[in-house]
């Protein structure tokens, strides 16, 4: 099986499609695309891949912290009072992407604000069993007096 592939994988990097994409991709990421024309070996392919697949998650990474800072400062200037279209056109983003975060940053924080007082809801009514329960365990003055 392991053979087959290895062949199948040989077969194909020699085939133009192979050496274009190879070239390609060797040149976008800044490789000498001359010192590299064909497999020299079928883990080579896989090596190719296994790059592939570590530059696209980093490039994804990267993405997703450009995004989510892009949504704060978007966010904020809005708040500020920044018109929704002048922050679309500096961040190229569209309007309605736009609405879409501000609306879900505002959930968040009516989120947080309700859990917050529910959360002191909580502590309230805690404090109050407890000091009932301290007035129960503690004999009264009326009690020992009589």
């Not at 994409?21 to 190719?48: C, K, N, V, Y």
């Not at 990474?61 to 500020?80: F, G, N, P, S, Y």
Request: charged share 30%; net charge positive; proline share 2%.
């Amino acid at each position: 099986m392991h053979q087959q592939i290895a062949e199948a994988t040989a077969d194909w990097a020699q085939t133009p499609e192979a050496t274009t994409m190879t070239l390609q991709f060797r040149h976008s990421a800044g490789m000498d695309a001359t010192a590299w024309l064909r497999f020299d070996r079928p883990e080579q392919f896989q090596e190719l891949l296994a790059e592939v697949g570590d530059k696209r998650r980093e490039l994804r990474e990267a993405e997703l912290r450009i995004k989510t800072a892009a949504e704060d400062m978007v966010v904020r200037a809005i708040q500020l009072g920044m018109a929704q279209e002048e922050a679309a056109r500096l961040t190229g983003y569209s309007a309605g992407t736009l609405t879409k975060w501000v609306e879900s940053s505002a959930a968040r924080r009516a989120h947080a604000i309700s859990q917050q007082v529910r959360d002191e809801a909580k502590a309230r009514a805690r404090e109050k069993r407890l000091k009932v329960q301290r007035e129960a365990n503690q004999p009264s003055a009326r009690s020992e007096s009589k």
